[in-house]
């Protein structure tokens, strides 16, 4: 069984930092693309940012290229989530999951944690 849980979420005002973790199990990381999605209120779940199974290729949405930085340690079965100069807009559910990296911007069907929620605000 898949499992994804993410953690690291909080609030935090505009301009500040967090970085997400996401323990996967249930598979071997090593062989597949990871990415992160988020979901702010009333709004649907959206790609944010894709890494590659060799972290060679990445991808981030428009919304966040600059900002945030996605990075994986297989040994530890995680994938991570830097996300810096945090913006309002950034606010919402943010999940971890098997993606594609050159897909990045579809929304997977399959497995998903229950997310973490980041909340930017003053």
């Known amino acids: 069984q898949l499992t994804f849980v993410e953690s690291g979420g909080g609030l935090v005002q505009p301009g500040g930092s967090l970085r997400l973790a996401c323990v996967a199990s249930?598979?071997?990381?090593?062989?597949?693309?990871m990415g992160w999605y988020r979901q702010a209120p009333g709004k649907e779940r959206e790609g944010v940012s894709c890494?590659?199974?060799?972290?060679?290729?990445?991808y981030y949405a428009d919304s966040v290229s600059g900002r945030f930085t996605i990075s994986r340690d297989d040994a530890k079965r995680t994938v991570y989530l830097q996300m810096n100069d945090l913006k309002y807009e950034d606010t919402g559910v943010y999940y971890c999951?098997?993606?594609?990296?050159?897909?990045?911007?579809?929304?997977?069907?399959?497995?998903w944690g229950q997310g973490t929620q980041v909340t930017v605000s003053s």
């Open positions: 999951t098997l993606a594609a990296v050159d897909y990045c911007a579809a929304v997977p069907r399959g497995s």
């Open positions: 249930g598979f071997t990381t090593s062989y597949y693309d």
């Open positions: 890494i590659s199974r060799s972290g060679d290729s990445t």
